[in-house]
């Protein structure tokens, strides 16, 4: 009985050293998608980005969105808003994973 229960501390000791990645329940790696690596749009336009969380049993299935400048381009649940003229970067983020989209605002025409 005592060497079944050193096997099982052992085991679980290893479980938390080599197996920290968010999991799903069976067992896989998650892997996050996002429909587009980059986009481009004109300031005012719109354009809505898809997250796919695979597998599609993922155990943590929060996603945040965020925009790494918001003068130039906002996002909202995967919405993403041009403002002006220039360059942003779109992450999405779920868990300890993150996917992104490089967003390109050109000024609106006239």
Avoid: H, Y
């Avoid at 690596?37 to 943590?60: C, K, M, N, R, W």
């Avoid at 003068?71 to 993403?80: E, K, L, T």
Wanted: net charge negative; glycine share 8%; proline share 2%.
């Amino acid at each position: 009985m005592k060497l079944w229960k050193t096997g099982l501390l052992v085991l679980l000791c290893l479980c938390c050293l080599f197996g920290c990645q968010p999991k799903a329940r069976g067992g896989e790696e998650v892997r996050l998608t996002l429909s587009k690596t980059a986009i481009e749009l004109a300031e005012g336009e719109s354009e809505e980005l898809t997250l796919s969380v695979q597998p599609s049993d993922a155990l943590d299935k929060n996603v945040e969105w965020k925009s790494s400048d918001e003068s130039v381009a906002v996002v909202d649940g995967g919405m993403v808003t041009a403002k002006s003229a220039g360059e942003a970067e779109i992450t999405a983020s779920s868990g300890d994973k993150q996917v992104r989209c490089v967003v390109t605002v050109r000024a609106a025409e006239e």
